[in-house]
């Protein structure tokens, strides 16, 4: 009976796009309705290189869910999340790009949720003030944190980073507004873009990123902060329901390159609510299913 409420919701909601209200967590906004990450993009026109860009990402390659239930090699699968209150201490944290980060202090509790792997991601959502913060490569050192790097954001701005500037992803932009949430699929809908990866990116970026990470000039490799979306017409009715949720919101909001990796790889929060099977069907999704937006006119009206 759960399961069949779970598809009727699919099927009732997954469809009618946003209502206007930006997603929530903890009682927070995760950035103003008008922000990028919130904003539809099913309307946008095509980008003019889309073919080359989709080429030379992998349009024969399929996507994959870098996120699920269980452990892989001892790890949860998936960029957690820790939320807390007022009332934590705030730590002070070293950083190896001190110049491109924010200083803090960030209030890391003790018992701080860390991305398996090598990139140990740590998203902190501080429910009372609405304050994101993410750190890159957080270690403890000593009685002391260190961190490749962190960025601060208040969830009811849409503020971007300065100029050139890295956060704790790539592209300088926040990981938590991309994340598939277990809640928000279990609603049957999906209210903003995703978060992705490619292999190879080029020397730019564009809005709302706001930092590169390769060396190269081919204009046919996508810049970071690059956007798309699957195609309307590509039939998602057959994948089971976890999995439908995810494809309809990579045609309404589609996803944005935000690091260098795997390529298609969508990034999610691990939750033992995951269904491994259901959500590794998007694997028959290949990237000649997506095309380029062209979100140059997509800006917010508030700041």
């Known amino acids: 009976m759960k399961l069949l409420a779970f598809a009727t919701a699919v099927g009732t909601l997954a469809l009618a796009g946003t209502s206007g209200q930006p997603p929530k967590l ?3 906004p995760v950035f103003p309705a008008d922000n990028p990450w919130n904003q539809r993009v099913d309307k ?10 989709v080429d030379s990402i992998g349009a024969g390659t399929g996507l994959h ?18 939320v807390v209150k007022a009332g934590v201490h ?3 944290v070293s950083f190896d ?6 200083r803090g202090p960030y209030p890391i509790p003790a018992g701080v949720r860390i991305e398996g792997g090598g990139d140990r991601h740590a998203l902190i959502v501080d429910s009372s003030s609405c304050k994101l913060y993410e750190l890159y490569a957080l270690h403890r050192s000593g009685a ?7 960025a601060i954001w208040s969830l009811r701005s849409n503020r971007v980073r300065p100029a050139g500037w890295t956060s704790a992803d790539a592209a300088g932009l926040p990981i938590l507004p991309g994340l598939v949430r277990w809640s928000e699929v279990a609603s049957g809908h999906i ?4 978060r992705f990866t490619v292999e190879h990116t080029r020397r730019s970026y564009v809005y709302p990123a706001r930092h590169f990470a390769s060396d190269s000039t081919d204009a046919n490799l996508p810049p970071m902060g690059l956007r798309v979306r699957l195609g309307a017409e590509y039939p998602i009715s057959g994948f089971p329901p976890q999995a439908r949720v995810l494809l309809q919101a990579l045609k309404t909001y589609g996803m944005i390159v935000a690091d260098n990796g795997s390529s298609w790889y969508v990034s999610g929060e691990p939750n033992a609510h995951w269904s491994n099977d259901d959500l590794h069907t998007i694997g028959r999704v290949a990237g000649s299913a997506f095309e380029v937006v062209d979100t140059s006119s997509l800006r917010p009206k508030s700041k």
Not at 44 to 53: E, F, G, K, Q, T
Not at 65 to 82: E, H, K, M, N, V
Not at 191 to 194: K, Q, S, T, V
Request: hydrophobic share 35%; charged share 15%.
């Open 97 to 102: 790009y001190a110049d491109e980060s924010d």
């Open 191 to 194: 209210d903003h873009a995703l």
């Open 65 to 82: 869910p870098d996120f699920g239930s269980g452990l892989w090699d001892g790890a949860s699968i998936g960029i957690p999340i820790t």
């Open 90 to 92: 705030g730590s002070r």
């Open 44 to 53: 946008l026109p095509v980008a003019r290189n889309s073919n080359a860009i």
């Open 144 to 150: 002391s944190w260190h961190a490749g790097s962190g």
């Open 26 to 28: 903890a009682s927070c």
